[in-house]
């Protein structure tokens, strides 16, 4: 195994510092403050811009817009991406980021509403915890019929993100399961489709409530209904 070069080596590009920095001294799942990346590259410009440049590069390094339990001043290291600080990889972006354009498309596509959990942007979470939710765009890998994959946007609240990473979708094995669905099944879908929602009951909205419960507290509401 090759090793890599130290953050130190003031000869390597400030990106490539930073990356080695983030790997060495700081780890995947740990939190940082910006006050210890500029005390690290003290004297150092725009060593902030350089760190945000690692996202172009498959690197996650997350806020408290995408993790509320963040401060405001932290950032999380949750992914490292590609070695930027071998030959030929520090200028080789992963994806092209989203334009504004683009942004809103996807965003007027999804109804201005986070796929995952229906929420609208700026609302306050059904739960009452956390911040108010904040509407961004996500990358979501398909697997198609074919076998081929590609990878699509659709938009996501900043807490659905979070929980979500690296979600994909198969279609192909989505459409032999809708195969097996019965002919009132596939109706009853088909209109939830149409409609771009679904109605819950009262009974399937509190089992929805039981499901997030901790077990010490679902196993005190199963104890309600004896």
């Given at each position: ?9 003031e000869?390597?590009?400030t ?7 983030l790997?060495?001294?700081v780890?995947?799942?740990s939190?940082?403050?910006k006050?210890q ?5 003290d004297?150092?410009s ?8 690692l996202?172009?590069?498959e690197w996650?390094?997350?806020?408290n ?5 963040l ?20 200028s080789?972006k ?5 334009g504004a354009?683009?942004r ?11 796929r ?10 059904a739960?009452?915890?956390?911040a ?5 765009i ?8 074919s ?7 659709v938009?996501e ?6 929980g979500g990473?690296?979600t ?23 209109a ?6 679904r109605s819950f009951?009262?009974?399937e909205?509190?089992w929805g409530?039981y499901?997030?419960?901790?077990a ?11």
């Amino acid at each position: 195994m090759v090793a890599i070069p130290s953050w130190t080596d003031e000869e390597l590009g400030t990106k490539k510092r930073v990356a080695l920095w983030l790997v060495q001294e700081v780890g995947v799942g740990s939190v940082f403050t910006k006050e210890q990346l500029r005390a690290a590259f003290d004297g150092v410009s725009q060593v902030d811009r350089r760190m945000r440049e690692l996202r172009d590069h498959e690197w996650q390094i997350d806020t408290n817009r995408e993790d509320p339990a963040l401060d405001p001043r932290e950032h999380r290291l949750v992914r490292q991406g590609l070695p930027v600080w071998e030959p030929g990889m520090g200028s080789r972006k992963a994806t092209e980021s989203v334009g504004a354009v683009q942004r809103r498309a996807v965003l007027m596509e999804d109804n201005y509403l986070c796929r995952t959990c229906g929420i609208g942007n700026g609302e306050a979470y059904a739960d009452g915890h956390g911040a108010t939710s904040h509407l961004d765009i996500a990358r979501r890998q398909i697997t198609l019929p074919s076998g081929g994959t590609e990878v699509q946007l659709v938009t996501e609240c900043n807490r659905c993100r979070v929980g979500g990473r690296d979600t994909d979708c198969d279609l192909g094995a989505l459409a032999a399961a809708l195969a097996q669905l019965s002919t009132y099944e596939r109706k009853m879908l088909s209109a939830w489709m149409e409609r771009d929602a679904r109605s819950f009951n009262e009974v399937e909205k509190l089992w929805g409530v039981y499901r997030t419960l901790p077990a010490s507290a679902r196993a005190e509401v199963r104890g309600m209904l004896q």
